[in-house]
Nanobody
Framework: QVQLLESGGGLVQAGGSLRLSCAAS????????MGWFRQAPGKEREFVAA????????AYVDSVKGRFTISRDNAKNTVHLQMNSLKVEDTAVYYC?????????????????WGQGTQVTVSS
């Protein structure tokens, strides 16, 4: 199983940017679809973005389209989430996750490896 470690979270003002990174170790990184999820206080974990094994396909939740970009570097075993034009409602713990298939990327149940999460706080 792949192990995941997120970094890059922090405190930023609304309208600002952050870049989250997720470093993978263990089994072959390029064999996994990678996803980002987030969980705000008192809310359920929600899908944010996903990228296929080769990086040729990406998907986003509507609320972040045009503001967030997911990318991956299979040579460096990393996946990134560039977050621009951040809003207060983006405040959450962000999790990196790995799934064996791209189909069903929206559903957390499809992912079998998770990082510990990184806090993103957007102030007004």
């Amino acid at each position: 199983q792949v192990q995941l470690l997120e970094s890059g979270g922090g405190l930023v003002q609304a309208g600002g940017s952050l870049r989250l990174s997720c470093a993978a170790s263990g089994r072959t990184f390029s064999g996994y679809t990678m996803g980002w999820f987030r969980q705000a206080p008192g809310k359920e974990r929600e899908f944010v973005a996903a990228i296929s094994r080769s990086g040729g396909r990406t998907a986003y939740v509507d609320s972040v389209k045009g503001r967030f970009t997911i990318s991956r570097d299979n040579a460096k075993n990393t996946v990134h989430l560039q977050m621009n034009s951040l809003k207060v409602e983006d405040t959450a713990v962000y999790y990196c996750a790995a799934a064996p298939n791209y189909s069903g990327y929206y559903y957390s149940e499809q992912y079998d490896a998770w990082g510990q999460g990184t806090q993103v706080t957007v102030s007004s």
